[in-house]
């Protein structure tokens, strides 16, 4: 994965997945697509046009399970969840909405691994931001993202955004 951010906001992205030989590109002025080497086809992608979570695909992480997340995906009635390792095929993969946040994991999500996703699902249509409704800053220090992640085909933005607030609210 490879991501160019310019003044803090990612703009472009690139991931190559081996396994599957599988490739995506794209950002804010380019549209994304998704290139299969082997047969040399090159695939539009567009997010999504559903704004109904019992007919999205909600995508989790493998590697950082959440009971938190868990417990949103039942509250907003999601019926399919996938958990994948990748933060670059969940972004890539993320048609309805791929939500992570970490206050409740402790494990901060790398700013490396995000930025060339968040760019692609732009580049598709998307909509991606913290767990606040935060646009991601590039420019820290730290290569974190401890304010969590939540990638969206924009029509379920906001009411993710809605369910990790009351699940984060004491």
């Known amino acids: 994965m490879i991501g160019l951010a310019e003044n803090?906001?990612?703009?472009?992205?690139?991931?190559?997945?081996p396994a599957t030989g599988r490739s995506f590109a794209?950002?804010?002025?380019?549209?994304?697509?998704e290139w299969l080497p082997a047969t040399q086809e090159k695939k539009p992608i567009r997010v999504s046009q559903l704004s109904d979570f019992r007919e999205a695909h909600l995508v989790l992480s493998r590697s950082r399970p959440s009971q938190s997340l868990n417990a949103i995906a039942g509250t907003l009635g999601v019926k399919k969840v996938t958990a994948l390792g990748s933060a670059g095929i969940k972004g890539s993969r993320s048609r309805g909405a791929r939500p992570r946040f970490t206050r409740t994991s402790g494990r901060p999500a790398g700013a490396g691994t995000t930025c060339g996703p968040e760019a692609i699902v732009r580049g598709a249509g998307g909509t991606s931001t913290d767990a606040y409704g935060q646009e991601l800053d590039y420019r820290s220090a730290r290569l974190e993202t401890s304010t969590g992640l939540v990638i969206s085909n924009g029509a379920l933005h906001d009411a993710v955004l809605a369910a990790i607030a009351r699940e984060l609210s004491p």
């Not at 803090?8 to 997945?17: E, T």
């Open 26 to 33: 794209g950002g804010d002025a380019v549209p994304s697509y």
């Open 8 to 17: 803090g906001r990612a703009k472009l992205g690139a991931i190559h997945a």
